[in-house]
C-alpha cells in the first residue's frame, strides 16, 4: 500500500534560515509520481513540483530545491534563504501510474518563517 | 480563470441539513475528485470519477454522495449532515491517466464547511 510520512508536524525558522522539509514515502509500484504542495494561509493547494520514479535528478526553482533519493524512498524539499511569505503547510504527495488515480497525501508540515 | 471553481467558499449547516457542494472545471479534465481536510489527517479522497458518468468510491465516502453528469461538473451532495463532516473540502482535477499519469492534480480554493 502506498505511504507518505512527513514527520516534522511542525517548523519554526528566522528568515533567511535554510529549511528542509522531510518525505518519506513508501510504495511496491515501479513507476510513480511524488509531487508537493503548498498550502498558504489563505488556504488554497499550489502546485510546487513533480518528479518521475524513473527520473532521479534533482531540481532547484530559486530557493526551491528538491532532493530525490531512491535508495532511502525520500524527496526532501528545501528553501534557501527562507522568507516570511514561505510561510505555510507543505504537503508531499505520491501517486502510481494507472489504478485509480489516488494521489496520497502526508499530514503535512507546517512552517513557520518568523521575521 | 481557467481552473477549478469551488461554491460556496464557506458555510455553516445545522445537523440533519442537506447540502451541495459545487465543483467546476474548464480545463477539460477527465479526472476529478473531492478531498476532505482535516486537522493532523492531510488530505483524505472522499469520492472520484474517471469521465461523465463514471463515479467511485475513496477513503472516506460514508455520508456523501456525487454524481457525474457531464465534463465539467462533479456537485458533493451531503443528505443528513453531520458534525463529524465539520471540514474543508477540496476538490481536485487533472488528465486521466495513461499518458497523463504525471500531471499534477489542480485545486480549486476549497470550501470550508461547518455543522452545529
Request: charged share 20%; aromatic share 12%; with cysteine.
Amino acid at each position: 500500500a502506498q505511504k507518505v510520512t512527513q514527520a516534522q508536524t511542525e517548523i519554526s525558522v528566522v528568515e533567511k534560515e535554510d529549511v528542509t522539509l522531510d518525505c518519506v514515502y513508501e510504495t511496491r509500484d515501479t513507476t510513480y509520481y511524488l509531487f508537493w504542495y503548498k498550502q498558504p494561509p489563505s488556504g488554497e493547494l499550489v502546485f510546487l513540483i513533480r518528479r518521475n520514479s524513473f527520473d532521479e535528478q534533482n531540481e532547484i526553482s530559486g530557493r526551491y530545491s528538491w532532493n530525490f533519493q531512491k535508495s532511502t524512498s525520500s524527496f526532501n524539499f528545501t528553501i534557501t534563504a527562507s522568507q516570511v511569505v514561505d510561510s505555510a503547510v507543505y504537503f508531499c504527495a505520491q501517486k502510481t501510474q494507472g489504478g485509480s488515480e489516488k494521489l496520497v497525501f502526508g499530514k503535512g508540515t507546517k512552517l513557520t518563517v518568523n521575521p | 480563470n481557467a481552473g477549478v471553481t469551488q461554491t460556496p467558499k464557506f458555510h455553516i449547516l445545522k445537523t440533519g441539513q442537506s447540502m451541495t457542494l459545487q465543483c467546476a472545471q474548464d480545463m477539460n479534465h477527465g479526472y476529478l475528485s473531492w478531498y476532505r481536510q482535516d486537522p493532523g489527517m492531510g488530505l483524505r479522497r472522499i469520492h472520484y470519477s474517471v469521465a461523465a458518468g463514471i463515479t467511485d468510491k475513496g477513503e472516506v465516502p460514508d455520508g456523501y454522495n456525487v454524481s457525474r453528469s457531464n465534463t465539467e461538473d462533479f456537485p458533493l451532495r451531503l443528505e443528513s449532515a453531520a458534525p463529524s463532516q465539520t471540514s474543508v473540502y477540496f476538490c481536485a482535477s487533472s488528465y486521466f491517466r495513461i499518458l497523463f499519469s504525471n500531471q499534477p492534480q489542480h485545486f480549486g480554493d476549497g470550501t470550508r464547511l461547518s455543522i452545529l
